[in-house]
């Protein structure tokens, strides 16, 4: 693999304060990420509902103020620039999100929409936004890209479904010809023949224009199709990483094969034994001492509520957060490699 890292993520934190009668207290949403990009590689996040995934991908774009750690793109720490520099590395750095429609200005024609973007950047760009006839090409570029036709360029978004919606959103994107996007649940919407056209669009995309990503779901077979490299996610903290192969055929962190028990598998003949989890995601204001996962874990003994597991690296590129597999972590005996 290459030398540096297109985008490192380095000990995010963000920490929401909310006021609690005369004290401020803090959700902790993004509690110490440190995540690598090589250039060209879907990073998949996981995790359940409010586990910090959404606050993970802005932060680290800085759409919020960050609260700790470096958020460095091409080599500089975007978290430091001035807002000028910022704007212009934002450039290459593009979110997509959720809902297509509600991110899409409803009074405004698609090829407002796409504009948009380019007229923001221009100078950066060296575009003069009065040659219209260069304009309409870059619009009708990105359309095609996304498989759209160029006529639709003056309906507005509410006239389209919900797959080409999100199509409209991918060439807003991608007409700033960016680097790495966040893609933030981006078929979550859809259905499910519809998510597979966005998802193979997504993969063409990456592909044409040496697109790096970081594929956000709280699917796991999402993430499966898509992703070469997948972060688990619990409670602020990555519990586990892993390349997609090794991740699905090796789990180590009980909450990571947990998730991967849930799957459900198209053949009724095959059988797999669901691990449950029980209960629900405990307050990231007041998150569990120890091990995050200690108290819904079937797997933790007395330690795991006291020590705080190290993120170590088990075998090349595989990294967990668990007692079982760390150093000062519990003296249950079961620390080594199953
Ligand atoms: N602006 C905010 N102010 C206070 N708390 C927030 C804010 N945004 C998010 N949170 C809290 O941070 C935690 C993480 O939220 P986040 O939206 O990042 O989760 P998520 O993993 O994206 O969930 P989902 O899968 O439902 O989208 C949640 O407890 C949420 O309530
Ligand atoms: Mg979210």
Known sequence: MSETPLFQMKGIKKYFPMKDGFKTRYVKAVDG???????????????????????????????????????????????????????????????????PLASLNPQLRVRQIIEEPLRFHSKQMKINMHDRKLVGKLVTDALGAVGLPPEIANRYPHEFSG???????????????????????????????????????????????HLTYLFISHNLSVIKHVCDQIAVMYLGKVVELADNERLFSNPLHPYTKALISAIPIPDPDIRRNRILLEGDLPSPMNPPSGCRFHTRCNEAVEE???????????????????????????????????
Do not use: W
């Open 163 to 209: 797959g080409q919606q999100q199509r409209i959103g991918i060439a807003r994107a991608l007409i700033l010809r960016p680097d790495f996007i966040v893609c933030d649940e981006m078929v979550s919407a859809l259905d499910v023949s519809v998510q597979a056209q966005v998802l193979n669009l997504l993969q063409d995309l990456k592909e044409e224009y």
């Open 304 to 338: 795991c509520s006291r020590i705080e597991p190290e993120f170590k690296e088990i075998e090349p590129g595989h990294f967990v957060a668990c007692c079982k597999y760390s150093d000062g972590g519990c003296a249950c005996g079961e620390g080594e490699k199953e």
């Open 33 to 99: 990420v440190t995540l690598n990009f090589e250039r060209g590689v879907t990073m998949g996040l996981v995790g359940e509902s409010g586990c910090g995934k959404s606050t993970l991908g802005r932060v680290a774009l800085k759409l919020i103020e960050p609260t700790e750690g470096e958020s460095i793109f091409r080599g500089e720490d975007i978290y430091r620039l001035k807002s000028r520099d910022l704007i212009g590395m934002r450039r290459h750095m593009q979110f997509i999100f959720q809902d």
